[in-house]
């Protein structure tokens, strides 16, 4: 089968198109035939092996693992041994952070994959895992949002911030989105109640009161969080320095700031799923790459200024 692999950590231009063995069934797994994937910030973190601390998990001296990619949406086509809830040819999407997605097969957990709404088709559906994920888990699991409460959403424009943006209303919190100017009709179309353009008024002078303020861009400090928020959910970083300065004054207080890192579950992948088949929740693509660009693909989102999310497609299917 092809895949997008590395061998070494660097940029994208070290990436290579290779034919390799197709992977092999394992229990509890699915073997997924790729239709479509997309980018994410994770992926170029992984593939440059950068903040350093992250070669701890994916490899000191050289990538553990060879084909790259999280995010999919593809059609099972075997089934491992103690799985109940999918059969082949049922259409999934789901994320895998131990890479391996960036190919025409790829063996995932059950446990990280979702069925597709009978509406979609795949690119939207690989669209969703990391960032619809995030934006779901930051909002409820960790920011505990209750109808009626408003949200600022800073960076919400982006992949995480445009689900953001619809979660927040589709559970009926009055939401406001920070983004660029050339992003405030975007996000107003995706149900923003008002928006601040970050180049027109400066956030950290901002005085508005949330009870949730969400910070997917990484550059807020912890006193932005103290005089905006009631409560803080952290999910981008800028640089470790930054972040592991708000979280160390944020571990010397009583103000409520979370950080995480998110996992994709089949229960949350409903969620958005079914969200999406009542159309509170779309997806927006600003950008559809074939898999041969994959590494084009992600040197465009490396720029870390795209609107909504950028796909690659392996077969074209409705
Ligand atoms: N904690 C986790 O588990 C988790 C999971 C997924 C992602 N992340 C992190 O979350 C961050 C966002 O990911 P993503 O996929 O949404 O990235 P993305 O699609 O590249 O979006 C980045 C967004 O940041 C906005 N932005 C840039 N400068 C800004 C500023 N000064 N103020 C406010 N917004 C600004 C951009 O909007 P404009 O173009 O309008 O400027 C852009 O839409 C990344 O750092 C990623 O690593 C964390």
């Not at 034919?19 to 994410?40: C, R, T």
């Not at 409820?140 to 689900?163: C, D, P, Q």
């Not at 406001?176 to 992003?183: E, F």
């Amino acid at each position: 089968m092809k895949a997008i692999t590395k061998s070494v950590y660097g940029g994208p231009e070290v990436l290579q198109l290779e034919d390799i063995e197709k992977p092999k069934i394992k229990d509890g797994h699915l073997l997924v035939k790729v239709m479509a994937n997309s980018a994410n910030p994770a992926d170029w973190h992984i593939l440059r092996g950068a903040p350093f601390f992250a070669r701890f998990s994916f490899g000191l001296f050289k990538p553990k693992d060879k084909i790259m990619g999280a995010d999919f949406a593809g059609v099972v086509e075997e089934v491992g041994n103690n799985v109940s809830h999918f059969n082949v040819g049922d259409r999934v999407f789901g994320e895998n952070l131990a890479g391996g997605a960036f190919a025409e097969y790829t063996c995932v957990p059950a446990k990280v994959c979702g069925l597709m709404p009978k509406e979609n088709n795949f690119a939207e559906m690989a669209s969703v895992p990391i960032a619809g994920v995030t934006a779901l888990q930051a909002l409820i699991t960790h920011g505990k949002i209750k109808e009626g409460e408003s949200v600022l959403i800073n960076g919400s424009s982006g992949g995480v911030g445009h689900f953001a943006v619809q979660i927040a209303k589709a559970y009926g919190t009055e939401v406001t989105g920070v983004c660029s100017s050339k992003n405030r009709d975007f996000v107003v179309g995706l149900g923003a109640d008002r928006v601040i353009a970050y180049d027109e008024e400066n956030i950290h002078d901002h005085q508005g009161k949330y009870d949730l303020v969400v910070d997917t861009n990484g550059n807020l400090s912890f006193s932005d969080y103290t005089r905006m928020g009631k409560r803080g959910v952290m999910v981008g970083f800028t640089t470790m320095s930054h972040m592991m300065g708000v979280l160390i004054r944020a571990g010397f207080s009583k103000f409520k700031l979370a950080q995480f890192t998110a996992e994709a579950s089949t229960p949350d992948l409903k969620t958005i799923a079914d969200l999406m088949a009542i159309g509170k929740v779309r997806v927006h693509i600003e950008r559809t790459y074939p898999y041969e660009q994959i590494p084009e693909a992600i040197e465009y989102i490396e720029a870390m200024r795209t609107q909504g999310k950028v796909a690659m497609i392996w077969e074209d299917q409705p």
